[in-house]
């Protein structure tokens, strides 16, 4: 079975600063789709970026950058430049390349503070 | 605006009432989900429908019932909950991979947040 770790329940950052969100995954799939999604407070979940497992490259959008390292099945999200509106529960998901977003797969999320 | 919305946003219920949440999608997709948002766990499948057909049901109990009329619409009946259902749920939408376009992403709603007295 997949499983999807965040080891850092909570984590807090200052404004304008760069903050490091850790996930770890375990799979015996060779293809697959990786994700973290933002959950700001009472307001919608959204996607931030996404990684196909296949592409070696590290996905960008625009503040936000992934540190794919597939053989160590980490998959961690760097926020640079670090804003308010960046306070949010964050959680990593999975889902294998084969199937439907039925086996999403998330973790348990860390709660990110930016403080002014 | 977002593409799901999901109502009521608030319900507090008796555990001897009935009531209903209602999701309804404008993304123009054919799968839609209802998970369960607990404090520090891991978001839960409870049911999947795509193309209007249940394919999902990860053992929820039967005081949860769905409903999935058309693609754009889904409902969460609930009846004799338990204070332990208190929780968040989320409902969303994708495109069913086997019809493509598929991207591995959901779209969710805000959610409504349940308390069971």
């Known amino acids: 079975a997949q499983t999807v770790t965040q080891s850092q329940p909570e984590m807090s950052v200052q404004e304008a600063e760069t903050v490091t969100l850790s996930c770890t995954y375990d799979t015996s799939e060779s293809n697959y789709y990786l994700f973290w999604y933002k959950q700001p407070p009472s307001r919608q979940m959204i996607l931030v970026i996404r990684?196909?497992?296949?592409?070696?490259q590290n996905a960008t959008e625009n503040r936000f950058s992934v540190n794919f390292q597939k053989a160590a099945k980490s998959f961690s999200l760097k926020i640079s430049d670090s804003q308010l509106g960046d306070t949010a529960m964050y959680f990593c998901a999975f889902t294998p390349l084969q199937g439907g977003s039925e086996k999403l797969v998330f973790g348990k999320g860390t709660k990110l503070t930016v403080n002014p | 605006e977002t593409g799901v919305t999901q109502t009521p946003r608030h319900l507090v219920m008796g555990m001897t009432n009935k009531k209903s949440l209602k999701c309804e999608q404008h993304l123009g997709h054919n799968a839609m989900y209802w998970y369960k948002q607990s404090a520090k766990k891991p978001l839960e499948l409870m049911f999947v429908y795509s193309l209007e057909e249940r394919v999902e049901n990860n053992s929820v109990p039967s005081r949860f019932s769905p409903e999935c009329p058309n693609s754009s619409h889904l409902f969460l009946h609930l009846h004799t909950l338990q204070p332990e259902d208190s929780a968040l749920y989320l409902c969303?939408?994708?495109?069913?991979?086997?019809?493509?376009?598929?991207?591995?992403?959901?779209?969710f709603g805000e959610g409504s947040r349940l308390t069971v007295l």
């Open positions: 990684q196909e497992a296949y592409k070696q």
């Open positions: 969303a939408s994708s495109q069913d991979y086997r019809t493509g376009g598929n991207t591995g992403e959901l779209f």
